[in-house]
């Protein structure tokens, strides 16, 4: 299904009828539970409402390692806030001041990644305090970002169906295409969306058929991104590139105004290169 793009009026007057919905910051903290859990987010824990230390949601995200090791623990602040009232960088300081504690004084462990949700926006000193400290990061979501995940998970719109018969015509075209394509030695292993929690992350996830070719022994490689290429550190459990920044950038992933624009990539090994190109 392809969504039009809504206009900044039509984002705004969402926003505020999001807003309107929550009586309370409460109400808003009890509705991100069911969020996060639509967004794939696994134990999705609100908790207790007075003395929480800054921490309103718990979840996790869990990777393909059985052994757990790959397990990421989030630790998320709500604001329930009108559109004019924006989020300052001193609550983004709070935020991450406070989750190196639990709510009974014990100390984090250090996997984990901190979460910064409002119905309003942020600041620009907010946004840079959120990005600051790459060893102490803080993913932040704003009101228009809460709204596109809603549409793009189906919570809270109805939709009516509108057939276009232009993407029927271009969905053949391109199957024809792929059809016959030939095969080589240096075909295209596999598909993969670089979804705009990776971009948000600045992290490249590797696809397990390409993570099984990689030497055991390196920890960097030269990556060639849409043609592009530059020496790239791979994490301790090998699953994911760091350092991906100026490709997002470069390549329109991630936008000047700061907008995270998803995109499907194929991925191949050719030599000691891992080849990564834009579909």
Known sequence: MTLLELTKEEIDKYIDELYSCFPTGREFEIFLNSFLAKLGFEEVVTTQYVGDKG?????????????GTDTINYYVQAKRYARSNKVQPKEVRDLKGTTKRDKNGNILNSNY?????TTSTF?????????????MPVITIDGAQLIQYCIEKGIG????PVFSKNEIIALTQ????ASIATTSETEYLVEREITKNDIRAKILVIPQ?????????KEKFAVVFNGSEKQL??????????????????????????????KKAKWKIDGDKVIVDLI
């Open 55 to 67: 921490i309103d949601l718990t979840c996790i995200k869990s990777g393909l390692d059985l052994n």
């Open 113 to 117: 990644i901190n979460v910064f949700i």
């Open 123 to 135: 600041t620009k000193a907010a946004l840079s305090e959120a990005t600051d400290n790459p060893n």
């Open 157 to 160: 719109f109805n939709y009516k």
């Open 174 to 177: 391109s199957e024809q295409k």
């Open 209 to 217: 058929v390409i993570k099984s070719e990689l030497a055991e022994n």
């Open 233 to 262: 550190n791979v994490d301790k459990t090998r699953r994911y590139f760091g350092g991906v920044t100026d490709f997002y950038k470069q390549f329109g992933l991630l936008t000047t105004d700061g907008v995270f624009v998803s």
